[in-house]
């Protein structure tokens, strides 16, 4: 067996080319060593002969002196010969190795990959609802997303750094781009994904997004919008809105999440290549250039967008973080967007955070009407064949049968909260066109009831197709598969599990039917569930949500105790509203609930909104134990905590959305205990009350209006700006010292819109 260490082998024998290159060399050296000499010895034998003593005399120590030169120039020459030639080596390197990459691209461009690849990718895109998500009654179209799409806005409420803390201003925000987000929030003013995307011409260091909304607010529709535009008109969002040019790459990470979250994940470049790219339509048949997705993502071309972390299963989640910041900090020239709800997000996302974090905003009464007209005009259009439309005519129908929806929407409020969710608004439209003549439904539960019907009774009738089971029963088992889903926490199950669970119901309804063949009929005709990949799953969450609690109701007294059991868990949050809002009085179940602490108390509030029966004794109860814990840490001179449990009553309050109007109307009751509480606890030294005065004193005048000088010398005299700049949250000190003097500090430290709430203490005479 050979040794593994080989002995060195005896360097080859020179060849006739290195020993000529070796004599110029020697000749080159000698020539650099002796010519300096050879003109002194000259001179000095030339002033002898002329016996010119003077001459003589000088010209010998420059003799001298060229002979050392020719010494120290022989070792000299030699060492910057080898500098020479190493860096001629690695210049030489270098330069093949651009070559090769200038070859590489030069190849990717002739072979139209780029190309090939947006158009796989757009065409995944193209369609407002992808993968079946909202069930399409019959007879309507699924639109195009251009077609319909409306921005959505979007808001800094959630701003915060990376640790989590509340921001003055964003991270690597150049101040020009920073003061014209926050000039465009305290207006109101509308700002969408492209206005974020712009800053990034002057603000680079704003690569990382994330982008925060509850469930059926557009958060993937407005990444497959900005895909289907990057896709199909490169250069269009350049010329339009003065952003980057992007490649974008779509991610869905309930999709991906198995992958990305074993032991040994693929990296960024080898998901796209080996997983996204042959998925996409027509993915399989594209040949992808070598090291493709490395070179781009090396690059500022590269838009990355991770869609749904709350789609990751919790035990995945942890995992699936620190791998998406690990490609965030490997690949820090692209820009990235993830997207989530809230809850996940603060609570799982255990990895160090994108810079700058967004909410998107519900739908106002502008985007409402523009999203129906354009819906309406769609199905208008595509009811008639094209050889029989009359443009005028379809532009009139589709004007006046949405102008009729418009109109019942904004008499009834409760209509008027739903259409605030694009998924909502979209499900409105569809039973409104569906069934012209019916009433819409105004509670949220009615309409996924409704929906329901319309996908199992009327659809099968319409379509002329015979169920295997009716309406009720397929409900029914509909109903136990979510159950069983919630209680797995899963969205999606295996097929051999589902036909588990189909044939265990279909034994329990006694129906001798055969479970693939009724899974194989309630796909294709209700489309409320629905294949993807190798899994299947609901065709929202939202559905597996609702006919959870359904089912939950229909067990009563079991159905219930399973809510308490899980009333916590964030998985089960959405159904356990439903599930509120369904019974006929849900008053006993919230006392109950708040026996379980903090958490549980904080929820049942949320819950007494769902349902108007709450006995209003409940109601005050629950409102009063809510502020336990905040009371709790003023006692215990917590005073940072408290200021963060402050900002979280307030918020939910305020249902999450920090409007202008919300804190003009905040209740006065609720903000006085709130008040009383600091000032209890402070021994009156803090205090909305205690804020209000010193605001007037820098000149503030209360009457529901933004005054910025008034409002920055209140900062300045508490300690929140220094030296023109608002101090970061987590550099204010939360001390009693701190509280001397009225110096109060707070987490409204940075946010202009806490002076419209001094106006409302005045009000609620505080």
């Known amino acids: ?57 000088l010209t010998f120590p420059v003799m001298l002196v060229t002979v050392v030169w020719a010494k120290y120039t022989e070792n000299f020459t030699a060492r910057v010969g080898d500098w020479a030639g190493e860096k001629g080596k690695r210049d030489a390197d270098s330069l093949t190795r651009g070559l090769d990459q200038i070859d590489q691209a030069l190849r990717m461009q002739l072979s139209g990959f780029d190309g090939k690849f947006l158009k796989a990718q757009s065409t995944a895109c193209r369609l407002y609802v992808t993968d079946n998500e909202v069930p399409i009654p019959l007879g309507l179209t699924n639109p195009d997303l251009d077609d319909v799409y409306v921005p959505l806005q979007l808001s800094r409420d ?15 925000l150049q101040r020009r781009d920073a003061e014209a987000l926050i000039e465009a929030a305290e207006n109101r003013k509308p700002f969408d994904i492209w206005d974020i995307l712009t800053r990034l011409q002057t603000s680079p260091n704003l690569r990382s997004l994330a982008i925060l909304a509850w469930g059926g607010y557009g958060k993937t529709t407005l990444l497959r919008h900005l895909t289907y535009c990057y896709c199909t008109r490169p250069r ?9 040019e992007f490649i974008p790459v779509l991610l869905m ?46 690059s500022d071309r590269a838009l990355i967008m991770f869609d749904g972390f709350d789609e990751v299963a919790d035990e995945q989640r942890v995992a699936v973080s620190r791998w998406i910041a690990e490609q965030m900090q490997t690949y820090d020239c692209c820009t990235f967007i993830l997207t989530s709800r809230p809850n996940a997000y603060s609570q799982d996302y255990a990895a160090e955070r994108p810079q700058l974090e967004l909410k998107v905003e519900p739908f106002d009464e502008d985007r409402r009407e523009k999203f129906v007209k354009q819906w309406y005009l769609v199905q208008e259009r595509n009811a008639v064949s094209p050889a029989s439309r009359n443009a005028a005519a379809v532009e009139e129908t589709a004007d006046r049968r949405a102008t009729d929806l418009l109109f019942q929407i904004e008499q009834r409020e409760e209509l008027v909260d739903l259409a605030e969710n694009p998924l909502m608004l979209s499900m409105i439209a569809m039973f409104h066109r569906s069934l012209p003549n019916s009433q819409l439904p105004t509670r949220r539960t009615e309409l996924y009831r409704e929906i329901c019907g319309l996908q199992l009774g009327f659809r099968p009738i319409a379509k002329r197709i015979d169920l295997l089971l009716d309406a009720e029963p397929s409900q029914k088992i509909l109903q136990t598969l979510a159950l069983a889903m919630t209680e797995q926490e899963k969205t999606s199950l295996a097929e051999p599990d589902l036909l588990t669970h189909i044939a265990e119901q279909l034994r329990r309804l006694d129906e001798a039917v055969a479970p693939a063949k009724w899974l194989e009929q309630i796909v294709q005709v209700s489309e409320l569930l629905v294949k993807r990949d190798e899994d299947y799953e609901f065709a929202h969450r939202s559905f597996q949500e609702y006919l959870t609690a359904v089912e939950l109701v229909e067990r009563r007294e079991a159905g219930e105790a399973r809510v308490l ?39 049942a509030y949320d819950c007494c909104k769902m349902n108007r029966r709450v006995e209003d004794a409940v109601k005050a109860e629950v409102n009063q134990l809510r502020y336990g814990r905040l009371e709790n840490l003023l006692q215990s001179g917590q005073w940072k905590t408290a200021d963060q449990e402050t900002f979280k009553l307030m918020s939910q309050t305020l249902e999450r959305s920090w409007t202008v109007e919300g804190l003009l109307n905040y209740p006065c009751e609720d903000l006085r205990r709130l008040n009383d509480l600091w000032l209890n606890y402070s021994n009156g030294r803090f205090g909305f009350s205690v804020q209000k005065e010193i605001y007037v004193a820098c000149g503030g005048i209360l009457d529901g209006q933004y005054h ?3 409002w920055e010398t209140f900062c300045d005299r508490l300690g929140w700006r220094q030296d023109g700049k608002y101090v970061y949250y987590n550099k204010l000190i939360f001390t009693s010292n701190s509280f001397s003097d009225g110096k109060i500090t707070g987490w409204g430290c940075w946010d202009p819109r806490m002076g419209f709430l001094f106006s409302r203490t005045e009000t609620c005479r505080l």
């Not at 959630?158 to 690597?172: A, I, K, T, V, Y």
Request: net charge positive.
């Open 708 to 710: 910025r000088e008034a």
């Open 253 to 298: 990470l309930r999709t991906w999440r198995d992958a990305i979250a074993q032991p040994n994940p693929p990296s960024l470049p080898d998901l796209i290549t080996q997983h996204h790219i042959p998925k996409l339509p027509g993915g399989k048949n594209l040949t992808i250039p070598a090291a493709w997705a490395t070179r781009l993502l090396h």
């Open 565 to 603: 059991e899980h009333f916590t868990a964030e998985f089960w949050q959405n159904t356990i509203l439903l599930y509120v809002s369904l019974l006929r009085n849900p008053s006993g179940l919230i006392r109950a609930a708040c026996k379980q602490g903090a958490d549980a108390i904080a929820f």
């Open 158 to 172: 959630f701003f915060r750094s990376r640790d989590g803390e509340m921001l003055p201003n964003l991270p690597g």
């Open 1 to 57: 067996m050979p040794s593994s260490h080989q002995p060195e082998r005896d360097p080859d024998p020179p060849t006739e080319s290195s020993a000529e290159r070796q004599f110029v060399q020697k000749a080159a050296n000698l020539l650099i060593q002796w010519s300096p000499l050879g003109g002194s010895v000259g001179i000095l034998a030339h002033s002898i002969l002329q016996q010119n003593w003077l001459l003589t005399v």
């Open 236 to 244: 269009a969002p350049r010329r339009r809105h003065q952003t980057p």
